[in-house]
């Protein structure tokens, strides 16, 4: 079932493509901004629990002094890990003020990279190639395995 549930999405996604060259566009800047919402948004008080301010003291032990901003991925995952698999606005915050930088400068690797989930994820997280040829694989593996 989830075989061909993934497979009528890469269906869609193909020919929303195929019909628009600015499918591209918005496909790709999906996840380049954010809305504020009850539960992720930066007025929410968020910090790092006791184990992992332990954790974070170890963490910035691995820098010098004044590269502290040089952490920043370490402590954006540990932040992650903390909220259950996602990253919300106030903990990009707390890093932030840890690290002593700008949020601007948080945001900009949480944004870049892909290991960083700006909202919330289900229980199984599958991401998939955008590229044409390995779409087209992609889904052809996707029909031929079968759940069970």
């Not at 974070?56 to 691995?62: A, D, G, Q, Y």
């Not at 590269?67 to 919300?88: C, E, N, T």
């Not at 190639?129 to 694989?137: A, N, S």
């Amino acid at each position: 079932m989830l075989a061909r549930l993934a497979s009528q999405r890469f269906l869609e996604i193909h020919q929303a493509f195929r019909q628009s060259p600015q499918a591209y566009r918005s496909f790709s800047t999906a996840l380049n901004y954010h809305l504020d919402t009850p539960d992720n948004n930066p007025d929410l008080p968020w910090e790092f629990s006791e184990s992992n301010k332990a954790k974070v003291k170890e963490i910035l032990s691995h820098y010098p002094s004044n590269y502290k901003q040089s952490a920043v991925i370490p402590l954006l995952d540990l932040a992650q890990q903390q909220h259950g698999g996602w990253l919300p606005v106030s903990a990009m915050h707390a890093v932030a003020k840890v690290i002593e930088v700008a949020p601007i400068r948080v945001y900009e690797v949480a944004t870049f990279y892909s290991m960083f989930n700006r909202s919330k994820v289900g229980k199984y997280h599958l991401l998939v190639c955008g590229i044409h040829l390995l779409i087209l694989r992609q889904l052809k593996f996707f029909l031929s395995v079968s759940i069970t």
